[in-house]
């Protein structure tokens, strides 16, 4: 059995190759009646989309996203909506090595151990290439959600955090990090164009807040809400580290200094705090929805790394080709789109089982 679709109400499957001659998503479960069409879901796969910095793979793909189905006069009809995204800046010849040798780090070895063959293209299945269907996906997810916001933006690339302090949502988008600290940028550039020099790449975190989620969205024991986000966004690729809230940071707390203390609010209950990161027993509780995810560098370097053949002899291998030297980066847009995946989800499992 193979796994490419998530979600239960509101359920999406990928599929497609990195250099393959498309890839795409099929959206089920959409409520009827929205207003959908490319435009509305462009502007999430251009924040993603390759090329657009020196920080980033330079394969150039338009990303241009095309409605196939479940769409009829500008609204969702509740069919499967089928999204397409054509590939056209392949270069398979730059992966002759990598069909000869494993990269350590990649999915290489562990795709022959599970199927006995694979793609070397790109990496195929497991190339970060498949996000991309991923966020178009998420951008039909958010006309389920209108009354969330949500937002991601990287806090640390290469062990260099962000000073919170100047945290700065307007910087977001000024920037090709989706950095919120302005003076930060500077260093991550030092930090990026180093490696690509010396033929490395960099690690980063990405933290994602969902404004708005109403109390009560989400299940006890095993579909929490939580345990749904941490599932969507360990899928991501080069993911290795997801926390909620204060996530690990919790364990160096006192019981007094970790729990979200409550007084009498005008609308419910005010929060003095939000280390939970706005979720309780898996079931929301109103406070902004935090999560933060860890990336591991980009595999694909040209440093030379032992490995082995696929006949088992030891040698080095240097990946060619383009490649992101954080691939932290492009994955805010990603983040955004599963989160907004996993809530669309969550919000019409409420509405099933309380009518509300």
């Not at 492009?330 to 509405?351: I, T």
Request: neutral net charge; proline residues 6%.
């Amino acid at each position: 059995m193979s796994y490419n679709s998530f979600g239960n109400l509101f359920r999406f499957t990928t599929w497609g190759e990195s250099h393959g001659p498309a890839l795409g998503a099929v959206v089920d479960g959409c409520p009827p009646g929205l207003a959908l069409s490319e435009a509305d879901l462009q502007p999430w796969l251009d924040k993603r989309r390759p090329g657009t910095s020196r920080f980033t793979t330079q394969r150039q793909e338009p990303d241009a996203v095309r409605i196939l189905s479940g769409v009829y006069e500008g609204r969702t009809t509740g069919t499967p909506i089928s999204l397409m995204i054509e590939n056209v800046d392949q270069r398979s010849k730059d992966y002759s090595e990598v069909a000869r040798a494993y990269r350590p780090g990649h999915a290489d070895y562990a795709y022959d151990a599970k199927y006995g063959l694979r793609d070397p293209r790109g990496g195929g299945r497991s190339s970060a290439r498949e996000t991309a269907a991923r966020v178009a996906a998420g951008g039909v997810a958010r006309l389920v959600i209108p009354e969330v916001k949500i937002r991601a933006y990287l806090v640390e690339i290469g062990g260099i955090a962000i000073d919170r302090s100047r945290f700065d949502d307007a910087e977001i988008d000024n920037n090709p990090f989706f950095c919120p600290d302005a003076g930060t940028v500077p260093l991550w550039e030092a930090a990026l164009d180093a490696a690509r020099k010396s033929g490395s790449s960099l690690g980063a975190i990405v933290e994602c807040v969902a404004d708005g989620v109403p109390a009560g969205w989400g299940a006890p024991l095993y579909a929490k809400l939580d345990s749904q986000l941490a599932a969507a966004c360990m899928s991501i690729n080069a993911v290795k580290g997801v926390e909620i809230g204060d996530g690990f940071g919790v364990a160096r707390l006192r019981g007094e200094d970790n729990a979200d203390a409550m007084r009498p609010g005008n609308d419910g209950p005010l929060f003095l705090a939000n280390h939970a990161g706005g979720i309780v027993g898996g079931i929301s509780t109103g406070q902004p929805v935090v999560v933060r995810m860890a990336l591991k560098p980009t595999s694909s370097i040209l440093t030379p790394v032992q490995t082995i053949t696929r006949d088992g002899e030891a040698t080095e291998i240097v990946t060619k080709g383009r490649h992101d030297p954080c691939v932290g980066i492009r994955a805010a847009p990603v983040a955004e789109a599963m989160m907004a995946l996993v809530l669309a989800d969550a919000k019409l499992m409420q509405r099933g089982q309380t009518g509300r």
